[in-house]
């Protein structure tokens, strides 16, 4: 590990969660380590996760995210309408077929920064995490394959106004599942947080689903 303070233990970040902090003192907790290369299969996450009803974890994320309440098609869990902002451009779109759900940290991402080492139960709630809103999100199509799956170092929102809301979820996401980032990514984010995001503060988060090493 370089270039970093390690990573606090679960009850000294809860305590900093509390309330709102500054995604910056936060980022400093975030082991700074090479990538794990090799033996990433997405099928190694489970994603998309069944969640009964006939709904699987997109129709879940559609579902939360629509600022009205979603129509479903006649059959089954299939959402027909709603009202959603793709937050990486800034696009709103009334039909979910231009939408796609991202793993804002991606699940390649998360492979190579500790997810190689986890079990297959934490792999699949990583995946299918709806118990806070940060880690997947509902975005354009065309924004998502953009994106793919790089880190901020690599990859930020093309609309200025969404790039430190974008950072400070990277952080909580990199802090609550304890993931690590390579160089390039933590020097990035902290020149972010230091420079035209400095004060960003996030908002406190849940524990995560299941434990994880």
């Known amino acids: 590990m370089a270039g970093a303070a390690p ?24 082991p700074v380590e090479r990538e794990h290369r090799g033996g990433y299969h997405r099928e190694l996450f489970d994603y998309p996760q069944q ?15 629509s600022a009205v309440r979603v129509r479903f098609t006649t059959s089954g869990c299939s959402i027909a309408r709603g009202s959603w902002v793709s937050v990486y451009d800034g696009l709103t779109y009334t039909s979910p077929a231009g939408l796609e759900i991202d793993h804002v940290v ?42 793919g799956d790089k880190d901020p170092s690599n990859w930020l929102p093309p609309s ?28 990035r984010i902290r020149n ?5 995001c400095s004060g960003w503060r996030v908002a406190a988060w849940a524990r995560t689903p299941v434990p994880v090493p």
């Open 160 to 187: 200025a106004s969404d790039v430190c809301s974008y950072v400070g979820d990277w952080v909580v996401i990199k802090i609550r599942w304890r993931l690590s980032m390579d160089q390039s990514e933590f020097g």
């Open 106 to 147: 991606a699940l390649k991402e998360a492979w190579d920064s500790g997810a190689w080492a986890w079990s297959a139960a934490a792999r699949r709630a990583f995946a299918n995490d709806l118990t806070d809103s940060r880690t997947l999100q509902a975005v354009s199509s065309t924004s998502n394959r953009k994106k």
């Open 192 to 196: 972010l947080l230091r420079g035209p």
């Open 51 to 65: 969640m009964g009803g006939g709904c699987d974890t997109r129709d879940r994320v559609l579902e939360q995210e």
């Open 7 to 30: 990573i606090a233990s679960n009850s000294s970040v809860a305590a900093r969660a509390r309330g709102t902090v500054l995604a910056l003192d936060l980022l400093g907790f975030v």
